[in-house]
C-alpha cells in the first residue's frame, strides 16, 4: 500500500520561498507518476506539477518558472520548489500518486493522496 506523508508547508511574506516534501512508501516509487496537487477554497484540488518516472516535469501556467518538482529516487522523496510566492499561492498542498502522468492535472487520475500541508502567503 502506498503511503505519502508531506511536510515542509508554513506562513511566508509575499516573495518568499519554500521547499515543501513528500516521503512515499510501499510502492516501486520510481515507476509511478508523482504531482502536487494545491486546494484554496472549496473542495477542488488543482494540479500545481507532475514528474514522471523518467524526470519528465510538467507545470500548470500559474506558476511556472516559479515553482520546480524534484524527486530523490534513492530516499523515495518528491518535492516542490517554491520561490516569489504570491497570496494567491496559499492554499493546502497534497502529493499525489498514480499511474501515468498523461491527464496529470486531474486530481481523479491519481489513486493515492498524502494528508496536506499547509502553506500561506501574507
Known amino acids: 500500500q502506498v503511503q505519502l506523508v508531506e511536510s515542509g508547508g508554513g506562513s511566508v511574506q509575499t516573495g518568499g520561498s519554500l521547499i515543501l516534501s513528500c516521503v512515499v512508501s510501499?510502492?516501486?516509487?520510481?515507476?509511478?507518476?508523482m504531482a502536487w496537487f494545491r486546494r484554496r477554497t472549496g473542495n477542488e484540488r488543482d494540479g500545481v506539477a507532475a514528474?514522471?518516472?523518467?524526470?519528465?516535469?510538467t507545470y500548470d501556467v500559474s506558476v511556472k518558472d516559479r515553482f520546480t518538482i524534484s524527486k530523490d529516487n534513492t530516499n523515495n522523496i518528491l518535492y516542490l520548489q517554491m520561490v516569489d510566492l504570491r497570496p494567491e499561492d496559499s492554499a493546502m498542498y497534497f502529493c499525489?500518486?498514480?499511474?501515468?502522468?498523461?491527464?496529470?492535472?486531474?486530481?481523479?487520475?491519481?489513486?493515492?493522496w498524502g494528508q496536506g500541508t499547509q502553506v500561506t502567503v501574507a
Open positions: 499525489a500518486a498514480g499511474q501515468t502522468c498523461g491527464n496529470w492535472w486531474k486530481a481523479s487520475e491519481f489513486g493515492y
Open positions: 514528474i514522471d518516472s523518467h524526470g519528465g516535469a
Open positions: 510501499g510502492h516501486p516509487y520510481d515507476s509511478i507518476c
